[in-house]
């Protein structure tokens, strides 16, 4: 065996472990899982929102000459 053939080997090797592990941990739907129940969410009450401050006119001072 020659070393293109040894590497072709290896790289075959690692490519099936590789596969096998990103099949048992990825997201394939429900394969091999529990199903998750399904959860009603209570909408969140509405708090007041707080008024705005009321607009204020220019600041006018005295500027000596």
């Given at each position: 065996m020659n070393s293109q053939s040894?590497?072709?080997l290896?790289?075959?090797?690692?490519?099936s472990i590789v596969m096998v592990v990103a099949i048992a941990y990825?997201?394939?739907g429900q394969f091999g899982k529990p199903a998750k129940p399904a959860s009603?969410?209570?909408p969140a009450?509405?708090?007041p929102v707080p008024?705005?401050?009321?607009?204020?006119?220019p600041?006018?001072?005295?500027?000596?000459?």
């Open positions: 040894v590497a072709g290896l790289g075959a090797i690692v490519a990825g997201p394939i009603i969410q209570q009450p509405l708090q008024a705005a401050p009321a607009p204020r006119g600041v006018i001072r005295e500027v000596p000459n």
